[in-house]
């Protein structure tokens, strides 16, 4: 007899807990959220440059569709205005001759940039320095030039972000490659 009750109790619970008036309840007592919009063109503009600049609240902003901030502008073809004109955003050349930088793969980082006159290859050579004196790579030779007016020459230049991640490739004959890529954003001096 015993048996018989623990299951005609266990089955008046089940009975209660699905009945359709508990469904119902839980049903209306969630808000409705209405689909986002899709961004505007202006707008994934805005939030490649926030990713480039690791601006993360700009970023969530544009996600939630609650930014309400400068955009950028549509000048010409594939190309636009900076919402970030004090950062200067640059790709780390030659980070995959570098030894000993494969950690730093997924992480942000500080850095500065230091002249390399010696530089057998190039004598007006930038190079970039992790924050612990490790050599990362360089500023790529055709942007030297601009790099060293946006910071008025002056070198070394400590004010720099970095990011590096690790990517990978198939050459053509299907061999896969693993390889690191980075960019700095150096901020304008004031």
């Known amino acids: 007899m015993e048996p ?3 299951t005609i109790v266990i089955m008046a619970i ?3 807990v699905v009945s359709p008036s508990n469904k119902s309840k839980s049903v209306e007592s969630k808000p409705k959220q209405e689909p986002k919009r899709p961004l505007t063109e202006a707008e994934r503009e805005a939030m490649r440059q926030a990713d480039e ?5 700009t970023h969530n902003a544009l996600m939630k569709r609650t930014y309400d901030g400068p955009l950028p502008e549509h000048v010409a073809f594939n190309m636009w205005t900076n919402i970030y004109p004090n950062l200067y955003n640059v790709k780390i050349a030659g980070i995959n001759f570098r030894k000993g930088i494969k950690d730093l793969a997924g992480q942000y980082f500080s850095c500065y940039l230091e002249a390399d006159p010696k530089n057998k290859h190039d004598k007006n050579a930038i190079k970039i320095m992790h924050s612990d004196g490790r050599h990362l790579g360089f500023i790529p ?3 030297t030039e601009d790099v060293r007016q946006f910071i008025n020459d002056q070198l070394p230049y400590i004010n720099c972000k970095g990011h590096i991640d690790e990517g990978e490739e ?3 004959n299907d061999h896969l490659h693993h390889f690191l890529y980075g960019t700095i954003n150096i901020q304008k001096p004031k």
Request: proline share 0%; charged share 30%; no cysteine.
């Open 141 to 143: 030779a055709e942007e």
């Open 53 to 57: 600049a690791f601006d993360w609240n």
């Open 14 to 16: 089940i009975a209660i």
């Open 170 to 172: 198939y050459d053509d």
């Open 4 to 6: 018989l009750l623990i």
